[in-house]
């Protein structure tokens, strides 16, 4: 079974601090993605990979960065962590040029 | 891409066929309808996507119109465990590397006994 996997499913941070969300995935996709979904908003789309190395920003990208030394492996940093990045963050996966995403099972992020 | 336009919320009954409408009446002649659901706590899951003639697979049906203004995703025999928020999507293949997708607010399907 293809499969996205997220570091943690629950993580609490300090705000200041700078948190790292790995995410990794299993098929051999080319693009990987990054979400936040917060209630009334839907999902947003923070970053975008479609290859080793290259990043492309989404919608909200401020406060963010990512990092694909992998294929398999797309990161998002929050640099110094804000409580305004208290979110639900989701990883998917999908093969260059579609759209069928696989998506993680995500992770919570509280940031006091 | 093409705005979709989709209700707030559904009921439907255990057993019975859901319809989940969704409006697309600015879709262009290369774009897809995408329809993804999200369970409670989990991530989407993509279910099925079509351009113009009608779909089915194991999780659900996709009619689209003639016109292809707007699509139906109907799951056949709908059980509690369908009870998610469904989105439509619009999207057009042709864009190079960047196969990126906006999801908007969706439908909230319950499903109930």
């Known amino acids: 079974d293809v499969k996205v996997t997220q570091s943690s499913r629950y993580l609490v941070k300090r705000t200041g601090e700078k948190v790292f969300l790995e995410c990794v995935q299993d098929m051999d996709h080319e693009n990987m993605f990054w979400y936040r979904q917060d209630p009334g908003l839907g999902l947003r789309l923070i970053y975008f990979s479609y290859d080793v190395k290259m990043k492309e920003k989404g919608d909200i990208p401020e406060g963010y960065s990512v990092s694909r030394e992998k294929k398999e492996r797309f990161s998002l940093i929050l640099e110094s962590a804000s409580t305004n990045q208290t979110s639900m963050y989701l990883c998917?996966?999908?093969?260059?040029?579609?759209?069928?995403?696989?998506f993680g099972s995500g992770t919570r992020l509280t940031v006091v | 891409d093409a705005k979709t336009t989709q209700p707030t919320s559904m009921d439907c009954a255990e057993g019975r066929a859901a319809n989940l409408p969704c409006n697309h009446s600015t879709i262009s002649g290369n774009e897809y309808v995408y329809w993804y659901r999200q369970i409670h706590s989990q991530g989407p899951q993509y279910i099925i996507h079509?351009?113009?003639n009608n779909e089915t697979n194991e999780m659900a049906s996709l009619i689209i119109t003639e016109d292809r203004k707007s699509s139906t995703l109907i799951l056949p025999h709908a059980t509690l465990r369908d009870t998610a928020v469904y989105y439509c999507?619009?999207?057009?293949?042709?864009?190079?590397?960047?196969?990126?997708?906006?999801f908007g607010t969706g439908t909230r399907l319950q499903v109930t006994l």
């Open positions: 998917a996966s999908s093969l260059l040029g579609y759209y069928g995403y696989t």
């Open positions: 999507i619009v999207r057009d293949l042709n864009t190079g590397t960047a196969s990126k997708l906006t």
């Open positions: 079509g351009l113009k």
